[in-house]
């Protein structure tokens, strides 16, 4: 386990408790936190990154952004299946570096992309590739934070796009199959105006159109008060389907007759996604072995960056761009 961040730590908790685990080592550039964080799980702190690579089996990678690039061709050099929270790199070209290494290498790399574990965007994928949802018409997505990340985080964030719509991007083109081809962008960052000297936005408004026809809207926030809020609206001409729709949804009704929520809402994203953080470790775990296909790979992380480099390209310009003006 290398890096244990907030991330990190909740990865390392996931595979201490996986049975197949045998051994746990734990690097992080803080010693007495990897201390800390071993003793808590009965692991073996190390004191950098190629103590812990020697003899693994597979590394999970939550250190720093910059510096995942660097580690994953450590592991591709040690034919190491590794699992790398996003992003792979911290720019375009890098990315699309990492990725054609991990094809030339025949190497094993799977991204971080969590909602793809989720029992309910599974069972929405699942509508929608079996034909029940009939033709996808339109969706609407959610994606709402509950609290504003500190300023010195945004600043090295790479811009709501990068960091928190990446999610939004991945899992658009693995629920629908399509590829988005062309993206139209309004931001703000009313409430939030620190946001502004980063070039960044606090509350973001995003058309979509894929290239089979179906049009998405993506609404993101970086606070929501009420709650973290993650949630799709699947419309097909057979039926409407929701995902994150349940009693700890951070909403509430005012007709009369309303749903009620009763909550308490979801304070986190790790809460939110507990379970699927745990599934897509296990699946990690089972690819490491050869007993399982890869279910996001670096090819996934890079056409999730490509969207994200085209929401910024319409946010500048005011108007809309299309995926081809980014080279795969």
Excluded at 285 to 296: Q, S, Y
Aim: glycine share 8%.
């Amino acid at each position: 386990m290398l890096g244990v961040g907030r991330m990190g730590a909740f990865h390392a908790a996931n595979l201490r408790r996986n049975p197949t685990v045998s051994e746990l080592r734990v690097f992080d550039a803080d010693i007495d936190r990897a201390a800390t964080v071993a003793r808590e799980l009965e692991a073996e702190a190390v004191a950098s990154v190629d103590a812990a690579l020697d003899d693994a089996d597979a590394a999970v990678i939550a250190t720093p952004s910059g510096t995942h690039a660097q580690i994953i061709d450590l592991c591709l050099g040690r034919r190491i299946p590794a699992f790398s929270e996003k992003p792979l790199a911290l720019d375009l070209d890098e990315t699309r570096r990492v990725a054609r290494a991990v094809e030339a290498a025949n190497g094993v790399l799977q991204v971080g992309f969590q909602r793809r574990f989720d029992a309910g965007f599974q069972a929405a994928r699942r509508a929608v590739l079996d034909g029940s949802l009939g033709h996808v018409y339109s969706y609407a997505m959610f994606s709402r934070d509950r609290l504003p990340p500190a300023e010195a985080y945004i600043a090295t964030s790479g811009g709501m796009f990068r960091d928190l719509h990446i999610h939004d991007f991945d899992i658009t083109r693995w629920l629908f199959g399509q590829e988005v081809e062309e993206v139209f962008v309004m931001g703000s960052t009313a409430g939030l105006p620190e946001y502004e000297q980063y070039g960044d936005v606090a509350t973001s408004v995003l058309a979509l159109r894929l290239a089979g026809g179906t049009l998405g809207m993506i609404s993101g926030a970086r606070h929501n008060p009420a709650g973290y809020d993650i949630r799709v609206e699947l419309f097909g001409s057979a039926a409407t389907l929701a995902v994150g729709l349940d009693p700890r949804t951070p909403t509430r009704s005012v007709e009369r007759d309303g749903p009620a929520f009763p909550g308490p809402a979801y304070p986190d994203f790790q809460t939110r996604f507990r379970e699927a953080y745990a599934s897509e470790l296990d699946h990690f775990l089972k690819l490491a072995r050869g007993e399982a296909e890869n279910p996001c790979t670096a090819v996934d992380a890079l056409e999730a960056l490509r969207i994200a480099e085209v929401a910024d390209a319409s946010l500048r310009r005011g108007g809309p761009a299309r995926l081809e003006e980014i080279p795969a």
